[in-house]
């Protein structure tokens, strides 16, 4: 076999492609049949360089200890001579370094203390084919009776601490070694333990260090332990456990309920292990102390300059106390005015003014704590300006009239503390026979007014007690006229006729002084009125008089003079009167209405306003009215126009209005109305004769005149009913109607819908006579009957003898005598019934006339016709017997020419021998002529009569005797 067809086999002697450092790898290179005069060619990652560290006569490429650079692909080929195989197949081998574990502890902290338990876990990432082995300060360690591993090393568990700490406390670290193969993995990271041979103790502080605190301080205590980590800490007071946890229990305002011993302990782990309690402390809650605020000054409410003096204190502790000033609360600024000692314990005000109004108090703050005391009791500093004296009058008016009396009063708001001087006009006043003082010289009276005591008055005060004077007071201007006022008498309106429900307002007026009380008369009654204005705010005819009034005032009553008089004529309002100026009162969409309104004999002095349904008409595009309102015009009635008018007209000079005048009710209809068309009676099947009436309305308004049109065509009739009093089939057809009305564009309802009828021919009756041929020998009665024809209803019938009823008869049969009807009359019918139609068309007449003659007549007839056929049997049997020889000889048949009477009545196409004998003139022929008609009867046939023709030839009839046989010929 040629060596270019044959591929060596490539395969590698190790548990898999990623291999260690140090460890050994073997690849064999086999083809088949291997021939030792074979060599082997080995290549890496680049086929046309052969490796040289690669021994040529083996079939084996082996790595003692493999290295990184070991890394790579490798291929193989067989050469034997010149001739070299293919390559083989490929070997990937991926050399790295043995995996580092990763040392974590798995409880904290890594400092223990006696019958605490410590976990740490060595483990190689991602793979569990390792064991492991461990070291405690480079040395490795093994299983005691404090220490422990599990199966693979993978976990080292110190438990509990033992009490010497020198053997167990130091650096550990771990390795790991391949549970399959002669690899070891480098050291671990190292952790360091610390292995304690006593409980610590914790060290417990508290700010401030003091035993006594106040209420409200804040109070801070600490525990902590010095050694090691991961404490929970409790907190005791009184030794009970307190709901607190971590290293700080901070009190942050300390209540009475706080006081007490407080100490700590710490603790930790699973298994838990508490240290030894720490020192205790002693806290004791006492109340904040109330500083007392006290005045050092005379009087607590003061004027404006005096001076004040405040002091404030903490019983029995203050010089562990400084003071701070507050004024309504807030902290009082230091200035020329407001001074303070350095620890703050008094306060001065040098002047006061009245910016130092307000309550004061006072707080002291500790001098070495964050801690104050509770605020001061306030105490309310009234600051005051000087006064200024208050002038009043005590009379109600600056004016007077000789004989009344002026009272002034001078005085200070809440205070009886002053005295008082008085001036006029500057001068100060001084006892008058004329003047009067009050108590203090607080009071001053005029009395009686003279003119000389007109001037401006003025008084100041002086405190009794403390240097303080006042201002002068305010000033009052007192006049004292020399004569009595006439008062000025207004009147609004200013007409003496005035309408009912007008407001009529008089004023009274007195120019000088005041204080005036007015008297109101009407025809000199006083009036139960007061003030200087009389308002009627509605007047009636009762008000209507003459009217004046009058002033008076002061306790001895003083009158002034009557006033001018005023007359007042009351009218009842008028009422405006509304028409209507266009023609209906209720209109449809686009149509014009107009309204007016107007006040009889005086509508110039009014103008007018106009509502709908109460409501004021906004006038737009389609509603106007005139420049007075007098008039209103709707140019195009809409569906918003709809409602009740009214107006009202509004004095043009006066706020006075008329009655509203009476209402009028503008109906304005949706849309155009339609013509609503009724028939009577209300059949669209109509028969000749009937009578049918339409009646077209519209059923809202009035004005309308009427448009009526069968099919398309335009009838004259303008009323509102249309009659044809006796239809005939040309009246077939759909009728309409609609309505309009007005001149200009005039109104035109919609068309109404239509009615139809159909006018149908009557069902025509004919009088039939029923007497057979047999009974033509045997009667002298005509029997009639009424037939409707081409009709499926039911009839009664009526019989009529030259057009008159026979009354009572109502059978479709009618039976005529000679006695009955000597005159040989003529006979209608027709049927009548209840439903419709109601009667049928009378029939033709049928006369009756020349009855006996014709039956007469007829019976001669037969009689020779009959004894005439039975002659001519008898030689129709003799000429048949002569005959019947003949034909015997000659074998021959002939058909009977003649046949026998049974023969012929059996037969229904015999000849009937009286057919032509009917009527008069046929009977007259047949009897002169003996022609045969050729007619076929029977017995029962017949008279064939039906027509007024063959009526009047046939107008006699066979009739039954009594006895019912034949009668003879009379």
């Known amino acids: 076999?040629?060596?270019?067809?044959?591929?060596?086999?490539?395969?590698?002697?190790?548990?898999?492609?990623?291999?260690?450092?140090?460890?050994?790898?073997?690849?064999?290179?086999?083809?088949?049949?291997?021939?030792?005069?074979?060599?082997?060619?080995?290549?890496?990652?680049?086929?046309?360089?052969?490796?040289?560290?690669?021994?040529?006569?083996?079939?084996?490429?082996?790595?003692?200890?493999?290295?990184?650079?070991?890394?790579?692909?490798?291929?193989?080929?067989?050469?034997?001579?010149?001739?070299?195989?293919?390559?083989?197949?490929?070997?990937?081998?991926?050399?790295?370094?043995?995996?580092?574990?990763?040392?974590?502890?798995?409880?904290?902290?890594?400092?223990?203390?006696?019958?605490?338990?410590?976990?740490?876990?060595?483990?190689?990432?991602?793979?569990?084919?390792?064991?492991?082995?461990?070291?405690?300060?480079?040395?490795?360690?093994?299983?005691?009776?404090?220490?422990s591993l599990n199966g693979e090393g993978s976990t080292l568990t110190i438990s509990p601490a033992p009490q010497a700490s020198g053997e167990y406390s130091g650096s550990y670290s771990c390795r790991a070694q391949h549970k399959n193969r002669s690899v070891v993995s480098g050291d671990s990271n190292s952790v360091r333990l610390q292995v304690y041979e006593s409980k610590p103790k914790p060290l417990m502080t508290q700010s401030p260090s003091v035993e006594e605190v106040y209420v409200g301080e804040p109070v801070n205590f600490g525990c902590g332990v010095d050694v090691s980590s991961g404490w929970e800490f409790l907190w005791y007071r009184n030794g009970a456990l307190l709901p607190a946890s971590g290293n700080k229990f901070n009190i942050t305002s300390v209540t009475p309920a706080d006081s007490g011993t407080y100490h700590c302990m710490a603790r930790r782990g699973k298994i838990i292990f508490d240290t030894e309690n720490s020192e205790t402390r002693t806290l004791r809650v006492s109340e904040r102390p109330v500083p007392s605020l006290a005045l050092r000054s005379p009087w607590q409410d003061v004027f404006v300059s005096e001076e004040v003096k405040l002091s404030c204190g903490v019983q029995n502790s203050s010089a562990e106390w400084t003071y701070e000033w507050f004024k309504d609360s807030q902290a009082v600024q230091m200035d020329d005015s407001v001074a303070q000692s350095s620890d703050g314990a008094s306060l001065a005000i040098s002047s006061a003014s009245d910016e130092h109004r307000g309550t004061y108090s006072c707080r002291g703050r500790h001098r070495s704590r964050p801690v104050s005391t509770k605020t001061s009791d306030g105490l309310l500093l009234k600051v005051y300006g000087i006064p200024v004296p208050s002038l009043r009058r005590d009379t109600s008016w600056p004016d007077v009239f000789p004989s009344e009396t002026v009272a002034l009063t001078c005085g200070m708001q809440n205070s009886s503390d002053w005295i008082y001087t008085w001036h006029r006009d500057g001068r100060r006043l001084e006892v008058h026979p004329d003047l009067s003082f009050g108590p203090d010289t607080s009071s001053l009276s005029l009395t009686p007014a003279k003119p000389e005591f007109s001037g401006t008055y003025a008084?100041?005060?002086?405190?009794?007690?403390?240097?303080?004077?006042?201002?002068?007071?305010?000033?009052?201007?007192?006049?004292?006229?020399?004569?009595?006022?006439?008062?000025?008498?207004?009147?609004?309106?200013?007409?003496?006729?005035?309408?009912?429900?007008?407001?009529?307002?008089?004023?009274?007026?007195?120019?000088?002084?005041?204080?005036?009380?007015?008297?109101?008369?009407?025809?000199?009654?006083?009036?139960?009125?007061?003030?200087?204005?009389?308002?009627?705010?509605?007047?009636?005819?009762?008000?209507?008089?003459?009217?004046?009034?009058?002033?008076?005032?002061?306790?001895?009553?003083?009158?002034?003079?009557?006033?001018?008089?005023?007359?007042?004529?009351?009218?009842?309002?008028?009422?405006?009167?509304?028409?209507?100026?266009?023609?209906?009162?209720?209109?449809?969409?686009?149509?014009?209405?107009?309204?007016?309104?107007?006040?009889?004999?005086?509508?110039?002095?009014?103008?007018?306003?106009?509502?709908?349904?109460?409501?004021?008409?906004?006038?737009?595009?389609?509603?106007?009215?005139?420049?007075?309102?007098?008039?209103?015009?709707?140019?195009?009635?809409?569906?918003?126009?709809r409602g009740t008018y009214s107006c009202r007209g509004r004095h043009r000079s006066r706020p006075v209005s008329t009655k509203t005048s009476d209402g009028l009710l503008l109906e304005v209809y949706d849309q155009i109305p339609r013509a609503l068309l009724t028939q009577e009676p209300g059949y669209e099947d109509m028969y000749a004769e009937e009578t049918v009436s339409f009646s077209c309305n519209v059923n809202v308004s009035g004005g309308w005149e009427y448009l009526w049109y069968k099919e398309e065509t335009r009838l004259t009739t303008a009323r509102s009913r249309h009659t044809i009093m006796s239809v005939v089939p040309a009246n077939t057809g759909a009728y309409r109607c609609k309505a309009k009305r007005g001149q200009t564009n005039a109104l035109?309802?919609?068309?109404?819908?239509?009615?139809?009828?159909?006018?149908?021919?009557?069902?025509?009756?004919?009088?039939?006579?029923?007497?057979?041929?047999?009974?033509?020998?045997?009667?002298?009665?005509?029997?009639?009957?009424?037939?409707?024809?081409?009709?499926?209803?039911?009839?009664?019938?009526?019989?009529?003898?030259?057009?008159?009823?026979?009354?009572?008869?109502?059978?479709?049969?009618?039976?005529?005598?000679?006695?009955?009807?000597?005159?040989?009359?003529?006979?209608?019918?027709?049927?009548?019934?209840?439903?419709?139609?109601?009667?049928?068309?009378?029939?033709?007449?049928?006369?009756?006339?020349?009855?006996?003659?014709?039956?007469?007549?007829?019976?001669?007839?037969?009689g020779v016709l009959f004894f005439g056929i039975i002659f001519v049997a008898v030689g129709c049997i003799v000429l048949r017997a002569t005959r019947k020889q003949a034909e015997e000889s000659t074998n021959l048949e002939e058909p009977d020419l003649f046949l026998t009477m049974a023969e012929l009545k059996a037969r229904d196409d015999a000849p009937c021998p009286l057919a032509e004998y009917i009527t008069e003139e046929q009977l007259i022929r047949s009897a002169e002529d003996g022609e045969d008609n050729g007619a076929v009867c029977s017995e029962t046939t017949p008279l064939p009569i039906s027509s007024p023709e063959d009526q009047e030839g046939t107008s006699e009839s066979l009739g039954h005797a009594d006895n019912g046989g034949l009668t003879s010929f009379k």
């Open 1 to 147: 076999m040629p060596m270019a067809s044959v591929t060596p086999v490539l395969s590698l002697e190790h548990p898999d492609q990623h291999v260690y450092t140090t460890e050994s790898v073997s690849l064999l290179c086999q083809g088949r049949n291997s021939s030792s005069d074979w060599t082997y060619l080995w290549f890496d990652n680049n086929q046309g360089t052969p490796r040289q560290s690669a021994d040529p006569s083996l079939p084996s490429y082996n790595i003692r200890s493999a290295s990184l650079t070991d890394s790579g692909t490798y291929w193989c080929q067989i050469q034997r001579g010149e001739e070299v195989s293919g390559l083989s197949n490929s070997i990937s081998l991926d050399v790295i370094e043995p995996p580092r574990p990763l040392l974590q502890p798995l409880s904290q902290p890594l400092d223990v203390f006696p019958s605490e338990t410590l976990e740490l876990s060595c483990a190689v990432q991602g793979s569990s084919a390792w064991i492991f082995n461990w070291y405690r300060n480079g040395q490795q360690i093994s299983e005691n009776s404090h220490m």
């Open 459 to 641: 008084c100041d005060g002086e405190h009794k007690h403390r240097r303080v004077k006042t201002k002068s007071s305010n000033q009052l201007h007192v006049t004292v006229h020399e004569s009595k006022p006439k008062p000025l008498m207004t009147q609004s309106p200013s007409v003496e006729e005035v309408y009912v429900g007008e407001p009529v307002n008089f004023g009274c007026g007195v120019d000088v002084s005041s204080g005036w009380e007015f008297l109101w008369y009407r025809n000199g009654a006083l009036l139960p009125a007061s003030g200087n204005k009389f308002n009627i705010t509605s007047v009636t005819p009762a008000n209507s008089g003459t009217y004046h009034c009058m002033a008076r005032r002061g306790k001895i009553i003083f009158n002034t003079e009557n006033s001018e008089t005023r007359t007042l004529r009351v009218s009842e309002r008028p009422v405006p009167s509304l028409a209507l100026r266009s023609p209906w009162q209720d209109v449809f969409p686009s149509e014009e209405v107009k309204l007016s309104c107007g006040v009889q004999s005086s509508n110039a002095e009014w103008i007018y306003k106009w509502f709908k349904d109460s409501q004021a008409v906004q006038m737009d595009d389609s509603v106007s009215q005139s420049s007075d309102g007098a008039s209103l015009a709707i140019s195009s009635a809409s569906d918003e126009h």
């Open 748 to 862: 035109q309802s919609d068309l109404s819908k239509s009615s139809n009828i159909r006018v149908r021919v009557r069902p025509m009756a004919v009088v039939v006579l029923l007497n057979g041929w047999s009974e033509a020998f045997s009667t002298d009665t005509l029997v009639l009957r009424c037939v409707v024809q081409e009709s499926q209803y039911t009839w009664n019938y009526t019989w009529f003898r030259e057009k008159e009823e026979i009354p009572l008869f109502h059978s479709d049969q009618h039976l005529v005598t000679p006695q009955d009807d000597p005159q040989q009359s003529q006979y209608t019918c027709k049927g009548v019934r209840t439903g419709r139609p109601s009667y049928s068309t009378l029939s033709e007449p049928f006369k009756t006339k020349n009855l006996l003659l014709k039956r007469r007549l007829l019976l001669s007839i037969s």
